[in-house]
């Protein structure tokens, strides 16, 4: 038996003067809680170890004895979970994605909602705050964000922990920032789809890593 906590998102809770979700990729919405026990999996948190909910079926796959399916994007942590050891590869870093795609409405675009534009209204989880694409990479006290339009955002999360000041366009992070990107890149690449075994036999990596 394995037992697992853990949530599907964070909640604005008033930070920024929000609530609910949808707007932005900061910490209280992309961090979440994750306990895993069961026979065989080793006490410990090293802080360094990022999981996706993403890893969550093929960790459960592997664990159970089955194969992970084909197409399946996250990795699994299950050489990981019996050793003591910190992290693991591909786990020194995590992915995620916001938006429904498309392009970003402007400031002044009025497309039809769920309420009305008239009055108090105060919804951030709609057509607008979900249009366009962002991507995100978290690696240790490093955050990027990348979007559509080309703007770009970078934390240091220890510094930073609200993520207030963006230092994409800052001289002395470029060394960080080009790392971070390329990163970003070679993750956007890992998570092309794979064609469906036919003509061509796709070329599996362990544990989904690679």
């Not at 599907?8 to 707007?23: P, S, V």
């Not at 709609?126 to 978290?138: A, E, I, P, Y």
């Not at 970078?154 to 609200?162: S, V």
């Amino acid at each position: 038996t394995v037992v697992i906590v853990t949530s599907d998102h964070g909640d604005y809770t008033g930070e920024y003067g929000l609530q609910r979700k949808g707007a932005g990729m900061p910490e209280v919405l992309m961090r979440v809680p994750f306990v895993i026990s069961g026979a065989g999996i080793a006490v410990y948190d090293d802080g360094a170890t990022i999981f996706s909910l993403a890893d969550l079926m093929p960790t459960l796959a592997e664990l159970a004895g089955a194969k992970i399916p084909l197409g399946v994007q996250g990795r699994s942590l299950a050489p990981v979970l019996g050793s003591h050891e910190p992290g693991g590869p591909g786990f020194e870093s995590v992915y995620a994605e916001r938006g429904v795609g498309g392009l970003p409405y402007p400031a002044d675009a009025r497309p039809p909602l769920h309420f009305g534009y008239d009055g108090p209204s105060f919804d951030e989880l709609n057509t607008v705050t979900q249009s366009g694409d962002t991507k995100m990479l978290r690696r240790g006290r490093w955050k990027l964000l990348y979007d559509a339009q080309g703007a770009g955002e970078l934390y240091d999360l220890y510094a930073d922990p609200m993520e207030l000041t963006n230092l994409f366009a800052d001289p002395g992070c470029s060394a960080i920032h080009a790392a971070m990107v390329e990163e970003l890149l070679r993750w956007s690449i890992r998570l092309d789809d794979e064609l469906p075994d036919a003509a061509y036999t796709t070329l599996r990596a362990p544990h989904n890593w690679r």
